[in-house]
């Protein structure tokens, strides 16, 4: 498993790196860590941006500048790595400069991934630079599975999953990526669908998802209720789940009206792991 771990070297980001480092040890797989940052840009008083020249001391000083920067993000990423103990061949470290979604999505777009996993802030928050947003955004659009990690997590041996569905798309994709997430730590993942009316039909369907997947650790519940994204995190925090896993379909307007909106909702509410699944995800494809 080829995970994409991008770090602002915050105390959420490294719990989600202690997640990272659980499939590397669980299911093999290399992590490649990277900081996104800005270089300032030198000014020289009465003559302007010293970067404008495209040559001469003003240029070097920039130049030295990015240069010792790209040097002390990469040895604090490295620092990061000792610390949680990680073998040199188990990941590897790269600082970049420039826009933190454009160079995320340039690394997904140019390398093959098989997972993103990062630590967010929720989109209140002014501090760090992985807010909700970058995170909403991976989830929509992500070519690979995304686990995002909020600052009230803790990193446990997660025991139960929660996964919501509409039993109108199609999950066993996702869901068969969630068992090789879970089968490790003999996890439960849990089904739930938002009823109103027909529920004993929708109850057959979801026992005959349960039964198309091989896992013995999974069951359902089918429950009424009113406003999607209340619900799951209502029923979140019943179940006592350790994770959250949703997928975010944008196939018609309404549905992308309807579970972009749920989905945003509850990963910026939510104070566990959330795993997303996006319509473009290619599981390993």
Not at 138 to 143: A, D, Q
């Amino acid at each position: 498993m080829n995970i994409l771990f991008p770090t602002d070297f915050s105390k959420n980001s490294e719990v989600a790196l202690e997640y990272a480092i659980d499939l590397v040890k669980n299911l093999k797989g290399h992590i490649k860590m990277i900081n996104i940052y800005d270089v300032p840009q030198m000014e020289d008083t009465g003559v302007g941006s010293l970067s404008n020249f495209s040559s001469g001391p003003g240029r070097r000083l920039q130049e030295k500048v990015s240069d010792d920067m790209k040097a002390e993000v990469e040895g604090k990423l490295k620092a990061l790595a000792a610390k949680y103990e990680l073998n040199h061949q188990d990941y590897d470290c790269l600082g970049i400069e420039g826009n933190v979604k454009n160079e995320i999505d340039k690394l997904l777009a140019t390398e093959a991934y098989d997972l993103v996993v990062l630590g967010f802030r929720n989109e209140n928050s002014q501090k760090g630079v992985f807010f909700g947003g970058i995170a909403n955004h991976l989830v929509e659009t992500s070519v690979c599975p995304v686990i995002a990690v909020p600052p009230t997590a803790k990193y446990v041996d997660f025991k139960k999953i929660i996964y919501p569905t509409d039993l109108i798309h199609e999950d066993t994709r996702a869901l068969s990526w969630l068992i090789k997430l879970a089968r490790p730590h003999k996890a439960k993942i849990h089904l739930l669908h938002i009823g109103d009316d027909y529920e004993e039909y929708r109850e057959t369907l979801v026992q005959e998802l349960c039964d198309s997947l091989s896992y013995d650790h999974i069951d359902y519940e089918v429950v009424p209720g009113v406003g999607v994204s209340k619900v799951i995190l209502e029923m979140t925090n019943k179940t006592k789940a350790d994770m959250i896993a949703m997928t975010t379909h944008t196939t018609t307007l309404f549905q992308k009206i309807f579970h972009a909106s749920a989905s945003k909702d509850v990963l910026d509410n939510v104070d566990i792991p959330f795993i997303g699944f996006s319509d473009n995800t290619k599981f390993g494809d």
